[in-house]
């Protein structure tokens, strides 16, 4: 039973440039959240994806944005970067169910790194 | 506006001995779930433990416990007999839907954990 997976692990990217990082849910996970968590802090949440549309959005300008497939993979782009976009970038999986508790399984994060 | 605090920015422990790593939160929701996760150098979040706010018990999940006291906004993790490999960065966080995971997390700053043989 495969985790979530994440692709790239590292990317090293120049200020004003563009970047798509991919995420691949845990197997019967229909839902999809990103974070960006800086050096030293924790996780912050910039958006959910279920059924292919944004359902929660954190406090992150529109520069972030993202997407989800129909086979519940997500990607989320981020233009015009600066440095302070020089974080970790988490994905984590869910399955919507009502009322219940399923846990939010998280990826091995990539790295980004903005010269 | 929900928000987590953990003050211990480190905490050592030997090994085989227990340790409780401090969390306190602040919701003006009456249905939250209070979640611990482990995150080891390599960046993967662990999940360890979860707290539902209308759970009467404090959950425990092998040698994680939850010491949860409503009253005092508190969610503290207790891991026992601590092992070389607990050695890690330990995130408490919360989500303020109705006793679901499926909502965003609210993470605190994290507590380093350091076990020494």
């Known amino acids: 039973d495969a985790g979530v997976t994440q692709s790239p692990t590292h990317l090293i990217k120049t200020r004003g440039q563009q970047v798509t990082l991919r995420c691949s849910p845990k197997?019967?996970?229909?839902?999809v959240s990103w974070y960006q968590q800086a050096l030293g802090q924790g996780p912050q949440f910039i958006f959910q994806y279920y059924e292919e549309e944004e359902r929660q959005r954190g406090n992150f300008p529109d520069r972030f944005s993202g997407h989800q497939f129909p086979n519940y993979s997500s990607e989320l782009n981020v233009n015009a970067l600066l440095l302070g976009d020089s974080a970790l970038y988490l994905c984590?999986?869910?399955?919507?169910?009502?009322?219940?508790?399923?846990?939010?399984?998280f990826g091995p994060g990539t790295r980004l790194t903005v010269l | 506006a929900q928000k987590i605090t953990q003050t211990q920015p480190g905490m050592f422990v030997q090994e085989k001995e227990a340790v409780t790593l401090d969390c306190t939160y602040d919701?003006?929701?009456?249905?939250?779930?209070l979640f611990w996760y482990k995150q080891p150098s390599s960046g993967e979040m662990i999940f360890l433990i979860y707290q539902g706010s209308y759970d009467e018990q404090n959950a425990t999940e092998g040698r994680y416990s939850l010491n949860f006291q409503k009253a005092r906004k508190s969610a503290n993790l207790v891991i026992s007999a601590s092992q070389l490999g607990d050695s890690a960065m330990y995130f408490c966080?919360?989500?303020?839907?109705?006793?679901?995971?499926?909502?965003?997390?609210?993470f605190g700053r994290g507590t380093q954990l350091t076990v020494w043989p």
């Open positions: 919701t003006s929701d009456q249905s939250y779930g």
């Open positions: 966080a919360m989500t303020p839907d109705r006793g679901s995971t499926l909502g965003r997390l609210y």
């Open positions: 197997s019967g996970h229909d839902t």
């Open positions: 984590a999986s869910s399955l919507r169910t009502s009322g219940g508790t399923d846990t939010q399984y």
